[in-house]
């Protein structure tokens, strides 16, 4: 059974509780499902005294899922969960678009609700892939 979207949704929330975020205040939860699989892989911001370091709860939940899934992964749908509804950063767009179609349905919560479901397409339509590498000379 693919897991729901209410079930993202609480997985979400959950790992927002464990957001290490001592320098924004800013806590975020993602969690994802990927094709063909039960699971529901979840991740919270996690900074670092040296802000650079800083890792987002999107990305966090994407390395989760291709170090315990493999690489051939499909993300099939993600929830973000913010105090705010806030759409994923570009960063973690481009990070997202490298396991997911154009169609991958992305909703905006937060720990009240969900807030509105965009597409990958709807937040970063003109993307860099690898068929842009393939079409170097
Ligand atoms: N953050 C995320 O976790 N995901 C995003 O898509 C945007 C920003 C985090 C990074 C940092 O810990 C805090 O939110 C403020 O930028």
């Excluded at 609480?10 to 509780?17: D, P």
């Excluded at 975020?21 to 911001?45: D, F, R, T």
């Excluded at 969960?81 to 973690?92: K, N």
């Excluded at 609700?113 to 690898?130: A, E, S, V, W």
Aim: proline share 7%; aromatic share 6%; hydrophobic share 40%.
């Amino acid at each position: 059974m693919i897991p729901e979207q209410k079930t993202l949704w609480k997985a979400a929330v959950k790992a927002r509780e464990q957001a290490y975020a001592p320098y924004s205040g800013y806590q975020v939860g993602a969690a994802l499902s990927i094709e063909g699989s039960e699971a529901v892989i979840s991740g919270c911001n996690v900074e670092n005294a040296s802000y650079g370091g800083t890792i987002c709860a999107e990305r966090v939940a994407v390395c989760r899922a291709v170090a315990e899934h493999g690489p051939d992964i499909r993300i099939s749908a993600v929830v973000l969960v913010t105090a705010t509804p806030a759409p994923p950063c570009g960063l973690c767009l481009q990070v997202l678009s490298e396991f997911a179609k154009g169609d991958l349905p992305v909703t905006l919560a937060t720990p009240t609700g969900m807030h509105r479901t965009y597409t990958l397409d709807d937040l970063l339509p003109i993307r860099f892939d690898n068929a842009n590498l393939e079409q170097n000379p």
